[in-house]
């Protein structure tokens, strides 16, 4: 037999709970987890959380096996996007090297993409109140180098997510 037994109580007004493992029908150490938050606080997150993923599965949304790797939290699935209800970010499950690799590079694409979009932003205020024709040109000749940047990265995702 095999699985975990948690007890949990309250001392003070903080929550406190064990945990038991139990393998092989023998149990193991206990492992203690002190919860920092005063006990009306952790009840009232925990309520908040339950009450979130409660309304996921409601909209259809399904509940996966696999945890976030932030919190511990249950992954939920709704359409084609992973995400953790709690943390409120996206999670990519990754099944092989092949697909790391592609998710790094078109991570890496994405990132300097919005780089660039930044860059484009600052310069295009900086131009608005420039009357020096030479900084002008200066800024003129960044701007069509950064969107020709820009142009090669979107080709270059299209083509690895293809």
Known sequence: MTGDLSLSFIQGQ??????????????QPPTRCNSRLPYSAWSMSLALEVKKMAELLKSGATMLSQTCPECGTPLFRKG???FCP???KPVVIIQSAEQETRFMADKVL????MIL????????????NETDPEKL????????????????????RSQSSE
Do not use: H, Q
């Open 14 to 27: 903080y929550l406190k709970s064990f945990s038991i493992r139990i393998r092989n029908g023998s149990p």
């Open 80 to 82: 084609k996007e992973t």
């Open 137 to 156: 040109l200066v800024y003129g000749n960044s701007l069509a180098s950064w969107l020709s940047t820009l142009e090669k990265l979107k080709r270059l």
């Open 110 to 113: 994405e990132d300097s993409e």
């Open 86 to 88: 709690k943390c409120n």
């Open 117 to 128: 979009f930044s860059k484009i932003r600052e310069i295009n205020l900086a131009m608005k």
